[in-house]
Each structure stands twice: as C-alpha cells, then as structure tokens.
C-alpha cells in the first residue's frame, strides 16, 4: 500500500516507517520537516496514497510547562486538517488516528478500562486528544464504506523511547535502591512491537475491524515493583527494593515539584497507580487471542536497546 504517516519522525514514527516498508509498504512521511510538510497539503503537493496514519501530536509534558493552546493546535488542530484531506480524497481508504488512553480517562475507575467508558479526560493533553476524537466521530458518516480507526494506546514503549520508564531504568542501572516498594499497583504497558502488528493488521486489504475506538495494550499488566524486577534482570543488578513509607514519599515527591527534582508528585502517581487497560476488543476485531510479544519480552527488548544507546 502506499501510506502517508504524519509525525514520522517521532518515537513511534521512527519505529513504525520502517516496519511498514519491510513488509512492502510505500511510506511518505509528512511532518514539520522532511519529505512532504503540513505545507504540501493546502498546496495539492501530497503523494497519491491508499491510507493515512496520523502519528502527528504534541506528547504529553510531565514538566507542565506547555501552554494548553499549542496541546489544542498540534493534537487538536493538525487531525482536523489531517482528516479533512482524507475525507475529500475518495481513494484513500483507511485512516488510523493516534489518541491515547488519557483522552478516555486520567485514572481508572473499575477492574480495567474499556473503550466504552464515558470519556472524562483531565488536562489539555488528554482534552485536546478527546476533542480530536470527538471531530472524527462527528464525520464519520462521511466516509461511506472507508475505515477510520482511532487508536489509544497506553504507556508505548520501544527504542527511542524517552519518559518515566528511561528514568527508572538509568535509577536501577546505577545500583540505586528503589524507594516505592510501600506502593502495590498494576498498569498497562504497550510494546512498540505490538503498536507496529496491530497498524500494519488494520491496513490489511482482508482486515475486517469495524470503524471505531480500540484500545492498545500489551496482555499482562505488571506492578512497577515486579517492572524494577525486569530491569535488574535486564542490565544484571540485584533487586534492591525498598518498602518506604507512602507519606514519607509523598512529602518527598512534593519537595520535589518545589527544587524540579525528578521525584515530583505527578511522576510518583504514574509510578505507582493503577491503570489496567483492557485490550480484548482490538484483539476480537484482528482475530487473534493474544499479542504477538507478551509484556516482558516487549520490555526485555526495550532495555536491550537502553543498553546500547
């Protein structure tokens, strides 16, 4: 197929591109930079294409200092423009937008979250994604017999890859005890691998997933104490664990938010809440029982390219 990939100089896009061309794709990126820009599309510049995956978005910043309107322009705004092009273009088929779990919720109430819960997104990372699904759901009656896919994957991780699970690595690989054995949780994790198989699935001619919302997760969902243990594993440190007390790391990670030390209160709650994402849906629609790379094999490859950046 011939594809367009927004943001494809991104973590994910980085990964993604060069799958999609080993298995035959025709892959154009477009971007700020690079082959084709956002330019080229009010411009009739474009590639011809059979699909577009709009990767484009402005991640969320654990540092809170990205104003709320650039989360709207890039995340909201570029899947406007993104989704218009496809719409008045009939020979493109497919569309598959990157939201993310955050734009369905920030904390999980109930057993796991399922793609049919009431969206109640918190910030504008999360809103400005929410408002991106809510323009494709509002057209999509326009797209007659076309795909359209909206994508949440939960925390991806792969080569490349730059967020709180770098951070825990450098912490473990340093020989450094772990302080939040006190927390006990369970969270979801997404393999890029995962990412990669179900995008190059639903691209398929055959693939018969109906247009909709799908969640990506890997299958098992770890404790962040049973993640330290994989990474010990990994880089060849003892498991070192300590059960600190909660309010004695609260204070802490609030110290942290006044000296912008790398323990602050928001990187404490995603280290240690829970945020079970349930995958079942995506897995009925590509007809499998099981993702093709189980959660710790997608981590075990993730470290092993930690350990050779």
Same mark, same amino acid.
């Given at each position: 197929m011939r594809i367009i990939v927004t943001g494809s100089h991104g973590f994910v896009g980085r990964n993604l591109v060069p799958f999609l061309k080993q298995k035959g794709h025709t892959v154009s990126g477009l971007g700020r930079f690079g082959e084709y820009t956002w330019a080229d599309i009010d411009t009739g510049k474009m590639p011809a294409a059979d699909a577009i995956v709009h990767l484009a978005g402005k991640a969320h910043d654990t540092k809170n200092a990205t104003e709320a309107k650039v989360y709207f322009d890039v995340n $909201?705004?570029?899947?406007?423009? +993104? =989704?218009? $092009? *496809?719409?008045?273009?009939?020979?493109?088929?497919? =569309?598959? *937008? =990157?939201?993310?779990?955050?734009?369905? +919720?920030?904390?999980?109430?109930? #057993?796991?979250?399922?793609?049919?819960v009431a969206p109640r997104p918190v910030g504008p990372y999360g809103e400005s994604k929410a408002k991106a699904e809510a323009y494709i759901l509002s057209r999509m009656a326009e797209c007659g017999r076309r795909h359209v896919y909206i994508l949440r994957p939960c925390m991806m991780h792969g080569p490349g890859n730059k967020g709180n699970l770098n951070l825990l690595y450098k912490v473990v690989r340093l020989g450094l005890p772990w #302080?939040?054995? +006190? *927390?006990?949780?369970?969270?979801? *994790?997404?393999?890029i691998k995962n990412v990669c198989f179900v995008v190059n699935a639903l691209l398929d001619e055959g693939c018969e997933a109906e247009n909709g919302i799908y969640n990506l997760a890997d299958d098992e969902a770890l404790s962040t104490n049973e993640l330290v243990g994989v990474i010990c594993n990994a880089v060849g440190k003892p498991v070192r664990i300590w059960h600190m007390g909660k309010g004695l790391m609260t204070v802490a +990670?609030?110290?942290?938010d006044r000296l912008h030390l790398p323990l602050n209160t928001e990187r404490l709650a995603k280290l240690t809440e829970n945020y079970i994402v349930a995958n079942t849906k995506i897995k009925r629609a590509l007809g499998i029982t099981t993702m093709p790379v189980s959660t710790r094999d997608g981590l075990r490859y993730t470290l092993e390219n930690f350990n050779n950046d």
């Open positions: $909201y705004g570029l899947t406007v423009k +993104a =989704f218009d $092009y *496809f719409l008045s273009h009939e020979e493109i088929k497919t =569309f598959i *937008f =990157f939201s993310s779990v955050k734009a369905a +919720a920030d904390k999980v109430e109930g #057993p796991s979250l399922t793609e049919d #302080p939040l054995g +006190a *927390f006990e949780n369970k969270r979801s *994790f997404c393999s +990670a609030r110290l942290g």
